[in-house]
């Protein structure tokens, strides 16, 4: 056999163990859980790049396409299922995403050798600072860049059941990725040294798991007042029938009902729960809804579309409070691409016609929104997947004492969509310290306390209001106050170091070796 032929071979295999490796990460997210998977899977990357340097960016990029594909295949539910696009279209796009998303893995992966052999890193250094700097750098920029799409971070896998989950309210989700990806360096390393340094490495690891067994238990807010009953409606509507007018009538009704039967301080409708522009309901309906809620004794939230104050042709994906004078409500602002507006009309415009998709177009609602006040509480509400981005609550959080999210996942089907979400917002209660109430569609309507722990969970896809009770909560916990920047430093830090080692004047005869430890 040629050398050439050895090596492709070689490379070959490589790249299938990494895509293996990204493969099994389904298993570490909700709805499966198995928190010790990610770290496993990101040591195998590891190792593939001590194998393959120079191909160390299509390595991490052949691990992100497979991960993201697997764990976001219900994208393809949505665009074909849901929307009705054709196969042939819908498939293609399904892909389009995983690709470019698995860019930022292979970013990471570049990062590690390319500056590893540049900087002659030494192992320790270049699996205990170089790989986890790098990893979480670049999970950090995909959450922001082009609007961002943190789902699928690997900090997420840790949440709840984990140790690691610990860390989340000292330095949120982005300082548990950098651990998991610390760990899996560790358990790289591990491979190339002996028995003392195995030792000392397995010593740290205990360490850190022990300190976030530790920070567990720690009650980062306190409890304000007495806690209140809540009511969080599943409508399970089918989106096939949700904007069909046909629907409509039985769709109010279906509300209307869950609304007179329920007796609680807050009731919680999901996001659209009412299928038209606010001030285009049936004549009477709201207030219909504002006497069965008084007589109940009940604040009432809803998600609804409405008017924009500031654009007569626009519309927001809000939330009103019903039963609160002068209708205050809470708009959406992190707005997904391609669902809620039309990034780049004049090129991705024309997808639209293999659609069914009402209410692409919605406006932002604007940052720094006031909570609602509610049964006593300030109910900070985030719509959908903007529970994906923690920095982002921090603010609206410190002023309220309840989260508040309302969805419809109805767009993904049985896919697992629904259960991925909910571990992002056991995430925001973690990092938040408060409780997060939950209203969905078609699930996972949920009651989540400021541990994270699921309090009370309602089964998708049943028609039925869960009920249940929640704290309201002050204060602020280590991440509200100060963010990622802490986390984003450290990585920085970590990153350079081997640079600030490179550039360290040393007599040529003493130079350490590259493989030295």
Not at 21 to 47: D, Q
Not at 215 to 230: R, Y
Not at 237 to 265: H, M
Request: net charge positive; proline share 7%.
């Amino acid at each position: 056999m040629t050398p050439e032929r050895s090596h492709a071979m070689r490379l070959a295999l490589l790249l299938i163990l990494a895509t293996l490796a990204g493969v099994i990460t389904v298993l570490g997210f909700a709805p499966y859980r198995i928190y010790w998977v990610m770290p496993l899977s990101l040591a195998i990357l590891a190792h593939t790049l001590s194998r393959g340097g120079r191909q160390a960016f299509w390595l991490g990029y052949a691990w992100g396409v497979s991960s993201y594909l697997c764990n976001f295949n219900w994208i393809f539910v949505s665009l074909h299922d849901i929307a009705g696009m054709p196969t042939w279209l819908a498939g293609p796009l399904t892909v389009l995403l995983p690709a470019y998303l698995a860019l930022y893995p292979g970013l990471a992966a570049w990062m590690t050798v390319r500056v590893g052999d540049r900087c002659d890193t030494p192992p320790w250094m270049r699996w205990l600072l170089l790989f986890p700097a790098a990893w979480t750098l670049t999970e950090w920029l995909r959450s922001w860049i082009l609007s961002g799409f943190p789902w699928g971070q690997v900090g997420y896998s840790q949440i709840t059941e984990s140790a690691l989950a610990g860390y989340a309210p000292v330095g949120g989700i982005l300082l548990v990725t950098l651990l998991v990806a610390l760990f899996a360096g560790a358990l790289q390393l591990m491979l190339l040294t002996g028995k003392w340094w195995r030792l000392s490495l397995g010593a740290g690891m205990l360490l850190v798991w022990c300190g976030g067994l530790a920070l567990k238990p720690i009650a980062w807010t306190t409890p304000v007042g007495k806690p209140i009953s809540v009511a969080l409606a599943q409508g399970n509507v089918p989106q096939s029938l949700k904007w069909d007018p046909i629907s409509f009538e039985s769709t109010l009704q279906l509300y209307g009902r869950q609304v007179a039967d329920t007796r609680a301080d807050l009731m919680i409708l999901p996001e659209t729960a009412l299928p038209a522009l606010f001030n285009e309901l049936p004549p009477n309906y709201v207030q219909i809804l504002q006497s069965l809620a008084n007589h109940n004794g009940m604040a009432v939230a809803v998600g609804v579309p409405r008017r924009s104050d500031k654009d007569p042709n626009g519309y927001l994906n809000a939330v009103v409070a019903l039963t609160t004078p002068g209708l205050p409500y809470y708009a959406k602002d992190h707005l997904v691409p391609f669902g809620e507006f039309v990034p780049l009309p004049w090129i991705t415009g024309w997808l639209y016609q293999w659609m069914n998709m009402p209410m692409s177009g919605f406006s932002r609602g604007g940052e720094n929104q006031a909570p609602l006040a509610l049964a006593g509480q300030l109910v900070a509400f985030n719509v959908c997947y903007e529970d994906s981005f923690g920095e982002e609550l921090i603010g609206p959080a410190a002023h309220a004492t309840l989260l508040a999210n309302v969805s419809n996942l109805a767009w993904f089907g049985r896919s697992n969509a629904a259960s991925q979400h909910l571990q992002l917002a056991q995430a925001r209660a973690l990092e938040t310290g408060r409780f997060m109430l939950r209203a969905t569609n078609t699930g996972m309507t949920a009651i989540i306390r400021p541990d994270g722990a699921v309090d009370a969970i309602a089964a998708p896809f049943t028609r039925q209001v869960l009920m249940g009770f929640a704290e309201g909560r002050s204060g602020m916990t280590p991440y509200m106050r100060h963010g990622n920047w802490p986390v984003l430093l450290a990585a920085v830090l970590m990153l350079v170091a081997p640079l600030a080692r490179r550039h360290r004047s040393m007599p040529d005869g003493r130079r350490r070796y590259r493989d030295h430890l």
